[in-house]
């Protein structure tokens, strides 16, 4: 199991995959992943079962968290409780986001 990790390495992981999400850890009270939205890009994810913290490491967009809605950059931090709709949305500048699921995220 890999205890340390690289946000660089992790980016190029995802960007060899060819997808928006990469997921780097999953143990059974916490799963982490990268997740890379480009700019003007729709954010397709729906609310999940899991509660989720989300760590903007870079670019700027807005987030809707239930009824709230805030712009968000680097260093932001937001907090999702399970089943709650939420989605980043006018996405100015390529965003990415480490993201935590608690217990990990269920398929």
Not at 60 to 86: P, T, Y
């Amino acid at each position: 199991m890999n205890h340390f990790f690289e946000i660089s390495d992790l980016g190029k992981k995802r960007a060899q995959s060819g997808k928006p999400y990469l997921e780097f850890l999953r143990v059974p009270a916490l799963s982490a992943g990268v997740y890379v939205l480009r700019a003007g890009a729709t954010d397709q994810q729906r609310p999940h079962k899991e509660d989720e913290m989300y760590y903007v490491v870079s670019g700027r967009a807005r987030m809707k968290v239930g009824s709230e809605d805030r712009e968000v950059s680097a260093g932001s931090v937001i907090f999702v409780e399970a089943d709650l709709e939420h989605r980043f949305h006018n996405i100015e500048q390529d965003l990415t986001v480490l993201v935590f699921f608690a217990p990990g995220e269920s398929s």
